[in-house]
């Protein structure tokens, strides 16, 4: 029986029943070590006297294994993004898990549930069911079931921006995964992507340029194209931040092209709004410009959430402020904090909009928004670009009034700021 060592070991945690206890005129203690950690296959004479002793009935356990067998399936379903199908297999299994006295069973019923939830951006009942799972679960877990849940909980930090954790957890699953026997290629794919995403979230471009195209190889030779426009979205991303300018457009290029043919609303826009930041890099906003437009339009077209238009906004309203364009970046301010306005939207993109409006319009309160609003607000949540770009705006202000000392106490803040935090491309105004 598959992994029975791995069902005998959760039963005697359940039970607190210690390896010399269940063994005691049975077995030896290193046998059933061996068992338990499924190096050693026992007979069905010593399989039933420790099944007996730990009270469980051959048909639960069969019961529990065909289930676990099928929370797998469910779990490729979701990795495919077989949503709806997945959807109907784990409402099946609902009523099943109440009967169900296997938590191994339950364990796996938990797992899955919280990578459905995740990839359906149900995220704090994904939370909910991972915390569920108990260090009882955990520790009599075989490889593969520790290998789901590093994998998934990787997800998780993921999305939580826990980007340290998710690094660690994912290079656990990776770990465990080389040392299972059915390793399907499919799934290292999927690790490696979800790699390399981390390692380019951590700023670890090498890794995640090699992560990626170890991905793209696999997608490339069996056709997923959109996972194929994914992996050249995110060498471009990266490429771009190494300085490799040419062949980070070569990689959004590509990304576009695929998701064009595959009629990927979403994606196209995805892959503009990059190659938009590429030439914002190059200094070319007229070009910048209009590829941002063409994002704006696609997000449109694939009816998106009014909050994810807002990145785009603020890069034209950015863009169209270096241009000195200035009826346009107003246009296009309004039109943000309108959608901002509507949603009831907390957001930062409400200082952005804000503080550049008032300074355009030479309102008499942009000193008192921008010193004791916009300013102490990205400082607060450690946007620190963006507290140098709007303390050089102030100074630009109080240049404007020959208000020279205070000008000079923000030029000489912003450069301090600049010089000692970060090194940016493109940010200051």
Known sequence: ?????????????????????????????????RIENNIEQPSREISNLLKDRLGIQENELQTSQNVVQQLKKCYKEIAEKKLDSASKRLKSYEKLMVNQKSLVSDYYYKVVRAFYCLYNQEFTEAAHLLAGIGEIELVSLDKEGLYYYS???????????????????????RSLRSRLTDNEAWETAELNYILGLTTSKLRL???????????LAFYQTTYHFKRSAQCHLLLGITYERTNLITIAKEQLSKAI???????????ISKACHNLAHHFVTKGESLRAIEEFQICYDYKLKANVPDHLLLSTI?????????????????????????????????????????????????????????SDHAIPHFRSISKMEYVVRYTHLLGSYYQSLHKYKQAAACYEESLALFNSKFYTKGLLL
């Open 314 to 370: 603020f890069c034209m309203v950015t863009e169209y402020y270096r241009l000195e364009e200035y009826i346009e970046c107003r246009k296009w301010a309004e039109q943000g904090l309108e959608i901002i306005r509507m949603n009831e939207y907390d957001h930062s993109y409400y200082y952005h909009f804000q503080i550049l409006l008032k300074y355009i319009k030479v309102e008499p309160d942009f000193e008192t928004f921008a």
């Open 151 to 173: 994998r998934i909980k990787a997800l998780h930090d993921f999305y939580q921006q826990k980007y340290e954790s998710a690094y660690k957890l994912l290079n656990e699953a």
């Open 205 to 215: 471009d090498p890794l995640s340029i090699h992560y990626t195209r170890e991905a």
């Open 1 to 33: 029986m598959e992994n029975l060592g791995s069902y005998i070991k959760y039963f005697r945690k359940k039970n607190k029943i210690t390896q010399r206890e269940l063994a005691k005129g049975i077995i030896s203690v290193s046998y059933l070590s």
């Open 257 to 267: 092209k695929i998701a064009k043919n595959i009629d990927d609303t979403l994606l």
